[in-house]
């Protein structure tokens, strides 16, 4: 045989055994699971897993960065996010603060609401309630009665504050400290409320204004501090009050939170509320020794308050306080001799939450 028929006689057998076995090749490339090297590039499987990869981290890049706006846009007063209109986690935290204590003409109040506002909803416009409570007829007194105790609280926007204690701005904030503008009504002390008062007259209605500050730690405890000035009629003094509360306890149906606190007092404030002038004296009938009370501080107290969620949007909230009333504040024949040094309160608040949209 020639050359050339053995070439072409090799590349005919060539030709056939190629085309017998391409076939079986190309459907064993597309029936067997393999690994795609990197020299050979990715496989369309693979292809697919990375753009559905890369969506992912760009859904989970965009919630991160709308959580972050969220936080530099909240400015509020310190607080634990609530359990009281339905369950939130610990994990849910925003900024707990603001301790709602309240001092009330006769500090009847005093603690209560030490923690309402660490427990009331971030989304909170307005909370109202209404319960009996038993208490001192004024502060000092060891007369105690029955009375109707309404509540309202309101919140605008993580930013003002209104509820028994006052009116609170929250101007500044950052790291969860608050500070900013604060501002009360004190009612008045009236002679009529206590025949140990009588001769004594009133203590008129009192405007406070004044500042807070308020911080917050461990996403349990906040410490807050008021300085307010009678600016209006009244005692025309200067009370500063610290509190300090805990979150003690949760559950998705009970919350617990304690709450201590002191006050100071200027000597105007002291002169209004514990002081008997002579003349004061004479008008009781000589049954108030003449007294000066000076500056200080006045009482330290303890206060619990419980929280019971009864449904999405109500809450049952018993509570107890306890006051000592320190050093010569207890002295005066007011206390002294008609009352006692010893206040304690206690009732309970039915609760009913609201939301508004003022978008």
């Given at each position: ?104 003409e006769e500090d009847d109040n005093r603690g209560f609401f030490s923690a309402l506002n660490f427990l009331v909803p971030e989304t909170t416009n ?15 007194s060891d007369d105690y009665e029955f009375d109707v105790d309404p509540q309202v609280y309101v919140k605008f926007r993580n930013f003002l504050f ?18 900013g503008p604060t501002l009360r009504l004190r009612a008045s002390r009236k002679e009529d409320d206590n025949p140990a008062l009588q001769g004594l ?159």
């Open positions: 045989m020639s050359r050339n028929y053995m070439i072409a006689k090799c590349i005919s057998v060539g030709f056939v055994v190629f085309s017998c076995t391409a076939p079986g090749f190309a459907q064993q490339r597309v029936d067997e699971p393999r690994l795609s090297p990197m020299l050979f590039g990715e496989t369309e499987k693979e292809r697919r897993e990375k753009i559905e990869q890369e969506k992912a981290e760009q859904e989970e890049a965009l919630k991160i960065s709308q959580e972050q706006d969220k936080d530099m846009q909240t400015l509020d007063e310190p607080r634990l996010r609530p359990l009281m209109f339905g369950p939130q986690s610990l994990d849910e935290y925003d900024d707990p603060n603001a301790n709602r204590i309240t001092l009330g307005l909370s109202i309630g209404v319960g009996p409570v038993y208490e001192p007829d004024y502060f000092g209104l509820d028994d204690d006052g009116f609170d701005v929250a101007l500044f904030g950052f790291s969860g400290f608050a500070i007259g009133d203590v008129g209605t009192t405007f406070e204004f004044g500042a807070f500050a308020a911080t917050t730690f461990l996403n349990r405890f906040a410490v807050k501090a008021k300085a307010r000035h009678g600016i209006k009629t009244g005692h025309r003094g200067t009370v500063v009050d610290a509190y300090v509360t805990a979150l003690l306890f949760r559950t998705d149906a009970v919350s617990l939170s304690a709450t201590a606190q002191a006050s100071w007092v200027g000597n105007n404030y002291a002169d209004a509320y514990f002081s008997v002038t002579p003349e004061q004296s004479l008008a009781s009938g000589g049954r108030l020794a003449v007294f000066d009370a000076d500056a200080g501080i006045r009482d330290f107290g303890v206060s619990a308050t419980a929280y019971i969620n009864i449904f999405e949007r109500w809450s049952l909230n018993p509570y107890a306080t306890y006051t000592y009333i320190y050093n010569d504040f207890a002295e005066t024949p007011i206390i002294r001799d008609f009352g006692d040094r010893k206040q304690f309160r206690v009732g309970f608040h039915l609760m009913r939450e609201f939301q508004f949209n003022f978008d």
